[in-house]
């Protein structure tokens, strides 16, 4: 794997719903450039929820919390 996931399991599937309804908002009701760019924004959405990672939330340094299963955690003073 070439990248690390950096979105939680329910914004992916906000992601996706958001995508799918952008996309057939854009198609139906837009038409014409908008349309279009409703479309590629639209795919890149879903795309970011289909994989899990997204490269503007990378780029700030959003990383997923992983929790310690067997107590390791360090002691905060």
């Known amino acids: 794997m070439i990248y690390v996931k950096n979105v ?3 914004e992916r ?8 309804a952008l996309a057939g908002y854009g198609l139906t009701e ?3 450039l908008w349309g279009v760019g409703m479309l590629v ?3 890149g959405l879903t795309l970011t929820g289909v994989w899990g990672f997204c490269p503007a939330c ?3 340094g959003r990383r997923l919390e992983r929790r310690a299963r067997s107590g ?3 002691k905060l003073p």
Do not use: E, K, N, T
């Open 72 to 74: 390791s955690r360090p």
């Open 41 to 43: 924004g639209a795919m």
């Open 13 to 20: 599937v906000l992601r996706l719903g958001m995508g799918g």
């Open 58 to 60: 990378a780029l700030a």
């Open 30 to 32: 837009v038409g014409g």
């Open 8 to 10: 939680p399991a329910w």
